[in-house]
Structure formats: structure tokens, C-alpha cells
């Protein structure tokens, strides 16, 4: 059995964002990570308040992305950073995480993430994907790498589709990460039973 992460962009959706989410959360993927990046604090924060609210109801954790700040007077269940903003967050802070993540593009970026105190880390991109146009791949071996590396949860990032997902596990990763995907398939449970 495969865990999916969802990881959000409003940007791709073909519906109302909410409405999309709140279809997503009632699939029950193993988490949602918030990655609004074009969001100014306040307007993210707001969002953030609805989406902690739908994942709440159906059971499953939503980690913001971004704003240490806001997910913290939010209570959300975790917070995803960039590595350069990992490091820059005070250690106190780190630990004031449950589900606290990283983004990896190599094993030494993943093996700094699980000493900052990452409880997951994503790692990629291991496929092609329009998210990252031109950009080749960093492919499987580096995934193996990487999951052989560090003793954390690895989620794959990057081209991630229920035809792929068998070669990710063998890697050893807890599972993969999904943007596209989800937020433009006609039916995200069909898409997540698929996996």
C-alpha cells in the first residue's frame, strides 16, 4: 500500500479550489500539504483556515507550507519548508512540529533535513513533469540514494502516477507526492484508489 501526499496549487484547478479540496480530503490521502506560494501572508493564512477545517473533518493531516507563523497560531498538524528555510528556523521552533518536512535534491540535503529534525522529507524531481519543464529528472537511483541515506519517511516528488509508484516503493520511499494530478482528474478518489 502506497501513501499519497497530496501537495496543492490552486493555479491547476478546473473547479472551485475548496470544492476540490474538500473532494481530495474525502479520499483520504496520507496528508495535504498547502504549497500556495503566490499567496501573501494574510491571504494564505485565510486559506489556510479553511483547508486546516476540510482535512480536520475528514481525518486526514494538512501540512502548511511556507509560513512557520501561521502554522503555528493555526495548530496545524505540520509544517513543510524549503531547506534554506528549515535552517533558518530556530530549533526550538523545529521541534514545535509534529510532521515536520523538507525538500531534498540530494542525499546531503537529505541528511540535513533529518539532522534539523525532519519526520519526512520529499525528494525529486524523480520523473519528468510539466512543474518543472526542462529540468531533467534526477530519476530512481538518486531516490534509492537518498532512502538508503537517512532513516525518516522519503515521498517521491515529481511525475508521480499510479504506473510509477511500484518502482518508487522498491526504492524504499513511504510513497509519493501528487499536484497535477489531483488537482485536475476528474475523480481524486478514483486517482488515489489507482495508486
Known sequence: MSEILCVTNRGLCRED???????IAAAHPAGVILR???????????????????CRAHGVPCILHSFPDIARALKADGLHLPLDRLRALPPEERRGFGMLGASCHSVEDALEAEALGCTYLTAGHIFATDCKKGLSPRGLGFLRAVCQ?????????GGIAPEN?????????????VMSGLMTCPDPAALLDAF
Open 149 to 157: 541515506a537517512v532513516s525518516i519517511p522519503v515521498f517521491a516528488i
Open 165 to 177: 509508484i511500484g518502482a518508487v516503493m522498491e526504492c524504499g520511499a513511504r510513497g509519493g507526492c
Open 17 to 23: 479550489f475548496i470544492k476540490r479540496l474538500e473532494r
Open 36 to 54: 500556495e506560494k503566490t499567496l501573501p501572508p494574510r491571504e494564505y493564512r485565510l486559506l489556510a483556515g479553511e483547508a486546516l477545517a476540510i
